[in-house]
């Protein structure tokens, strides 16, 4: 017999029920995870570096410095045109985050709760922001506050009622996932003992939707002080310019490192934000059930 036909049937033999083993352990997908996020992350981790150059170069790295970072002149800091952008930006998502979370929460209650007719329709039209470009929404928007609510007009508050139109329905979704892995039967147990329907909401299903709706918060205000579309469309003069849009506008012109230190800031509150949302809920559950394990599966879990 041939011995190396043999040890190579042999080896195809091993490679093909490696291949057909279900439980093996996945080395090629895992590789292509991590060189995706390296992919991912080496443009950030290189706009940050740029951040701190002592020269003006954002092509090259030119030493360590913190002067486009708290320097005086064209600092992240101390520059006017920055500061007021990263001030409209803060406000725009802090506002956006306390008005779109309450009505948020009210209208996942009233969805899930609702049994007449036209409810099918409603969990529909609720994904509607969701799903529709962010370019149709802005001009749409800009429509309506042009032609039909020219008393409210373009600038602070029309970037508001929009932040809020379609933050509305991350919390919906959000706060809906919850609702379904807890059930009624709390508040009707709640119910037995004597309390009204209000008195269970109040007091046994909103502190159990307490992890949710921080974890709505949270994504809330991280996806406001992100826009771009809407707060572009929607916004007056430099007086309402918001933190992307200034990095837009500078990045056409001749941008300096301090465009990469407002951008490292805004990425670092955005991360933070998203970090908490995700930690602080599987901090309250630890030792308990928390149902699903992210909002994923509560989304896909949702009975339209």
Known sequence: MNTPAV????????????????????RFLATVTWVYLAWSLLPLLVSIRISFNEGRSRSSFQGWSLDWWTGPGDSALHNPDLANAMKNSLTLGLFTTLIATPIGVALAIGLARWRGYGRRPANLLMLVPLVTPELVMGSALLLVFTTMFTSIGLGRDAQLIGHVTFTISYVVVITRGRLFTIGRDVEEAAQDLGATPMQAIRTVLLPLLGPAIFASLMITFATSIDDFVISSWLSQDIKTETVPMRIYQSARKAPTPSINAMATMMMLITFVAIALAMW????????????SDSAVQDFAALDL
Do not use: V
């Open 280 to 291: 602080i809920p599987r901090w309250l559950h630890r030792g308990g059930n928390s149902g």
């Open 7 to 26: 040890a190579t049937r042999a080896e195809r033999r091993s490679l093909s029920d490696w291949f057909a083993d279900p439980f093996r352990r996945p």
